[in-house]
């Protein structure tokens, strides 16, 4: 039985829309202090490791969904240009066998001079972006994709896969 598409818009992303999944970090200027509206970091658990990332051939869409418990993770575009990137809260963070919430799936556009933060645990599926290729800022932990990175297959699970549609 072919999965069902259902057509997933991006919205452009805020703050507060954001908080369930993560944090938003917008640019601010040099001397701010460290607050609550800044990345609480959870590194913890491992080796630290931040890297570009090169991603290419990104589809429009999306059958799988990914989390990892053990760790925060920080993405931003490198140079630039907005993305897109499918979110799920992270209920029961600790559980390797948790699924997603579906009904409380949400895409976000992600402006180019923005970073974001997700909390540890929060489902994702992303980044995506127009062109045919994209380097992204990525902080996680050395091991997250050998030994953290946990996945559902919504086609599988749900029946189910999402495609972006535009930006709200």
């Not at 259902?6 to 200027?29: C, K, S």
């Not at 140079?79 to 559980?95: H, T």
Request: with cysteine; aromatic share 10%.
């Amino acid at each position: 039985m072919e999965p069902q598409t259902i057509d997933l818009v991006a919205r452009p992303i805020e703050a507060a829309a954001f908080a369930p999944y993560g944090t938003l970090l917008p640019p601010h200027e040099d001397g701010k202090l460290f607050g609550p509206d800044e990345a609480q970091l959870e590194l913890g658990r491992g080796t630290p490791r931040f890297y570009v990332m090169r991603l290419a051939g990104r589809p429009s869409g999306f059958r799988r969904i990914t989390r990892h418990l053990q760790v925060t993770q920080c993405l931003a575009a490198v140079g630039g240009g907005s993305w897109v990137i499918a979110v799920c809260p992270p209920d029961d963070p600790d559980s390797a066998t948790a699924v997603p919430d579906l009904g409380r799936l949400a895409a976000f556009e992600v402006p180019g001079d923005v970073a974001i933060m997700l909390h540890r645990s929060t489902w994702h599926a992303g980044p995506y972006f127009a062109g045919p290729r994209k380097d992204f800022f990525n902080l996680e932990l050395a091991d997250t994709n050998q030994v953290d990175h946990h996945s559902v297959d919504l086609a599988e699970r749900f029946g189910k896969v999402y495609r972006f549609n535009g930006v709200a």
